[in-house]
T-cell receptor, first 114, second 111 residues
């Protein structure tokens, strides 16, 4: 299996621009998680989906952040407009069969907003 | 906060020594998991221990769970340079609930 795939791996953008991060979970996994990691705040859960349905988005920092999962094999996390404080590493993870089981992480997207 | 806490925050030991990291949590749990993160990489799952288990082994890793004290420990025996990484514990209240990660322990193995 290819594991969780994230793209892009690195993104540098200017403040105010729209950023879209992409994730392909492991085939057959039915839960998908988006995390953000910074030195200051550590690893934060932003949102997670179960069977393509958003279950908990309480970690999404503000309305500039949105996430979708149109099908079982694809999810996006969008930031519009981006701000320098959004600079972080964003991880996607997936799990099966239940939400509280082992999570498999992607390599992350390193985002720098100038 | 439901967040678990690891102790110590950072640990440096000589190669070949054993490394012990501890984790505490605040709620009842279904399972507790340990993950490793090498610098610049994603987290990698190491081991999962369920609430009805007390100890689990995987290679050089030994995990214990004390639900009465709401704590767990991860022991890495005969440490190697490649074990240098951050180690996170995470717990789930039940199998249908999200897992909560701690802030991690940074382990540095000295040559």
């Amino acid at each position: 299996d290819a594991g969780v795939i994230q793209s892009p791996r690195h993104e540098v953008t200017e403040m105010g621009q729209e950023v879209t991060l992409r994730c392909k979970p492991i085939s057959g996994h039915n839960s998908l998680f988006w995390y953000r990691q910074t030195m200051m705040r550590g690893l934060e859960l932003l949102i997670y989906f179960n069977n393509n349905v958003p279950i908990d988005d309480s970690g999404m920092p503000e309305d500039r952040f949105s996430a979708k999962m149109p099908n079982a094999s694809f999810s996006t996390l969008k930031i519009q407009p981006s701000e320098p404080r959004d600079s972080a590493v964003y991880f996607c993870a997936s799990s099966f069969p239940r939400v509280g089981e082992t999570q498999y992480f992607g390599p992350g997207t390193r985002l720098l907003v100038l | 906060s439901q967040q678990g806490e690891e102790d110590p925050q950072a640990l440096s030991i000589q190669e070949g020594e054993n490394a012990t990291m501890n984790c505490s949590y605040k709620t009842s749990i279904n399972n507790l998991q340990w993950y490793r993160q090498n610098s610049g990489r994603g987290l990698v799952h190491l081991i999962l221990i369920r609430s009805n288990e007390r100890e689990k082994h995987s290679g050089r890793l030994r995990v214990t769970l004390d639900t009465s004290k709401k704590s767990s420990s991860l022991l890495i025996t005969a440490s190697r340079a490649a074990d240098t990484a951050s180690y996170f514990c995470a717990h789930a209240r039940n199998r249908d609930d999200k897992i909560i990660f701690g802030k991690g322990t940074r382990l540095h193995i000295l040559p």
